[in-house]
């Protein structure tokens, strides 16, 4: 009998009696298919969420988990701040057309280990959670897998109005994404820079990741005067 | 590491000789467990959400086989290579036969309590393998050769004069440096080094999702993503429980993993890994050892639901205070307690009385496991299997007795009472377990059955 015979035998006949899937919260969503919605209580939070609440909510956690955010009416704005903020960057990968000025905007790179020496990186992602301050991102948009994490820095790109309320909603919205273009191999979210507080819990910045991490609100209807 | 003999009361009081440190210990894991009360009440719909968790793995349990068959197939169809081992040997082997079929003899790491349960490491080293562990404090601990001490935190028991002499003498860091900062850039550059010359690279599983066949690794450092796209070969290793049926249910744990850990709202990386980047390898292996028994036993199995946030460890009254190396056992803490057991009641039978049954541990738990009960409960099993610690048997006969003979009770009740008040030296010494770090008593001049008597009329 081979060990994965052995196992689901065992684990079937262990196993208790059936349970079934209780509904999911925070959305109309049943939690499986062919089940009347569910009648799960949003909270008050959630149902008074503008877009606009929503971007503040995100951008202050963001920012007390060690991000920084900037609302920009458009790419022109993303450069100028990405120049004054990195004065001193040798190599910055992008893979938004729009900085080809000041990025390299390659599509593929044979070995990821070349991507070693790259000070910044700026990224598109596809939306933002406002409950944790996270980015949803898939490998299409990373370049290399191992971009994100690699880069001494990290930019990522989103549209102010992409930003849900919280991860339930999340997933509603990666499984649309997912109906209407490729699945993923790869995908994550990302809070943050890397860090940790593994040394008598002192939070430092930058473990073995990134050691800021800038979210960029793009906001079309925004003129270019009066803001941030 | 040696074989440790000593159960976890002879290993708190060796914990427990300095004071200073444990009320730093203390205080520490209290400060988590504050941010993880603040983090908790942020989200109107806690309660709603630790409901609906534990329904979701209620539910894994009861349809466990069909989730693993489901995972294997979609996982398969993804292009991931799926292995299944029966026991910590059999998933040692797995993961050295892989390396040896690359011809490789390093490997990096990230956290996976399943390979300290395994002993993986110690395992490679015996076949000539180098595994460096690449969360900072795991790395701590491993220079420091020890096990980590907590599953989140891996040297949360470490001071940072400690790792600044560690890194001192392991990553040539100046002697007497112990700036968090300083030590964790010297950490970065170290590791980076490591991230990029290993061709192989072995990561835990936080979640597994049957329906897609992905699984989830979440990180703050973001070392399991800088091994895994950096290698040619991805392993990644978990137990059987950590399926979860469908992709949206991530919504529900990924709310509470992180709040209910450190406080934070999530994690900086919450990783999807699904198919194997171009020209790469990823591996499975789905590990049993132990949990298909374990779910069988009633009472036990919704221990298995466990999503090893810590929160248990962190509010507990005994952890906090006895420190994780006490529980000589990869997984410490109430929820370590309930579990190890189940893989040797022996071994551990000394665990399940390392609790006050407060319930502290209970009411934190994000998928609601009755910890505090099934402590009770595996107390009656050990006992009942004769396997309770020797000093403790002769104490429950003696009391058995002591509290079935009227007589003899009330003499003993009176010969307490005199000893205590005119020869006290007799129970304030180190012979008597209860005089360790308390004071006994001023005893009362009379038993409440003598003073009932004389108050009745």
């Not at chain 1, 503040?56 to 920009?72: D, H, M, P, Q, R």
């Not at chain 2, 210990?25 to 968790?53: C, F, G, M, Q, S």
Request: glycine share 6%; net charge neutral.
């Amino acid at each position: 009998m081979s060990s994965k015979d052995k196992i689901v035998t065992a684990v079937k006949n262990n196993q208790p009696e059936f349970r079934e899937l209780p509904p999911l919260p925070g959305s109309g969503t049943p939690a499986s298919a062919g089940q009347p919605a569910g009648h799960s209580p949003a909270s008050p939070e959630q149902l008074a969420s503008s877009p606009e609440q929503l971007a503040n909510k995100f951008i202050s956690i963001l920012e007390a988990i060690g991000g920084v955010a900037y609302i920009v009416s458009g790419f022109d704005r993303i450069a100028s701040i990405v120049h004054e903020q990195h004065p001193d960057a040798r190599r910055i990968v992008s893979g938004c057309p729009e900085l080809a000025a000041l990025a390299e905007t390659a599509t593929r790179y044979e070995d990821p280990h070349s991507l070693e020496n790259i000070d910044l990186a700026v990224l598109r992602a596809h939306f933002g959670v406002a409950e944790n301050g996270a980015c949803w991102i898939t490998e299409d948009l990373m370049i290399e897998r191992a971009l994100p994490f690699i880069t001494q820095h990290l930019a990522l790109v989103i549209r102010k109005k992409d930003i849900v309320a919280h991860m339930h909603e999340a997933y509603e919205r990666i499984a649309g994404l997912e109906s209407t273009g490729t699945s993923y191999g790869f995908a994550t979210f990302i809070a943050g820079p890397s860090k940790t507080a593994d040394i008598e819990q002192s939070l430092v910045l930058g473990a073995h990741g990134p050691r800021s991490m800038t979210v960029f609100l793009l906001d079309e209807e925004m003129s270019d005067a009066g803001f941030y | 590491m040696k074989e440790n003999t000593k159960d976890h009361a002879a290993l708190a009081a060796q914990f427990n000789q300095d004071e200073p440190r444990v009320d730093w210990h203390d205080k520490t894991l209290w400060w988590i467990r504050e941010k993880r009360d603040k983090a908790a009440h942020n989200v109107p719909e806690w309660e709603l959400l630790r409901d609906t968790a534990s329904g979701i793995k209620e539910n894994v349990l009861s349809r466990l086989h069909e989730y693993l068959l489901q995972f294997e197939e979609q996982a398969t169809r993804n292009g991931i290579k799926v292995h299944w081992a029966a026991d910590a040997k059999e998933h040692n082997e797995i993961v050295h036969a892989l390396l040896l079929q690359h011809k490789v003899d390093k490997m990096v790491k990230s956290k996976s309590m399943l390979t300290e349960e395994c002993h993986l490491n110690e395992y490679l080293k015996e076949q000539g393998i180098e595994v460096v562990d690449t969360d900072l404090g795991e790395r701590v601990v491993q220079l420091a050769g020890e096990p980590p001490s907590h599953i989140v935190l891996p040297c949360i028991h470490k001071k940072k004069e400690e790792i600044g002499e560690i890194f001192h003498q392991h990553l040539g860091t100046p002697a007497g440096n112990a700036d968090p900062q300083f030590l964790t850039h010297a950490a970065r550059l170290h590791l980076r080094e490591k991230f990029l010359t290993r061709r192989v690279a072995l990561t835990g599983v936080n979640f597994a999702v049957a329906e897609t066949g992905e699984f989830v690794v979440c990180t703050n450092e973001g070392n399991a993503d800088m091994g895994a796209h950096l290698a040619d070969v991805h392993i990644a290793c978990m137990g059987i429980e950590k399926l979860i049926p469908q992709r949206h249910h991530l919504g529900v744990f990924l709310r509470l993993l992180t709040r209910s850990a450190t406080g934070q709202p999530i994690t900086t990386y919450s990783s999807h890994f699904k198919r194997p980047r171009p020209g790469q390898e990823m591996h499975i292996v789905l590990v049993d050892n132990g949990r298909s028994v374990h779910l069988g036993r009633k009472d036990f199995r919704s221990s298995l639901k466990c999503i090893r946030c810590a929160a248990c460890f962190n509010t507990c009254p005994v952890y906090r205070r006895s420190g994780g190396h006490s529980y000589h056992t990869a997984v410490a803490g109430p929820i370590g307690s309930i579990l190890a057991p189940n893989l040797d009641m022996k071994k551990y039978a000394d665990l399940p009385f390392a609790s006050t049954l407060c319930g502290s541990c209970s009411n934190v738990c994000p998928v609601k496991i009755d910890i505090h009960e099934q402590l009770y409960k595996w107390r009656q099993v050990i006992v009942q299997a004769g396997n309770a610690p020797i000093a403790k048997k002769a104490a429950m006969q003696t009391m058995t007795w002591v509290l079935s003979n009227p007589g003899v009770y009330h003499t003993a009740g009176k010969a307490g009472r005199w000893f205590m008040a005119n020869v006290p030296f007799t129970v304030n010494n180190s012979l008597n377990p209860w005089y360790k770090q308390r004071d006994m008593p001023e005893p009362p001049a009379n038993s409440f059955g003598e003073w009932y008597k004389k108050n009745k009329k």
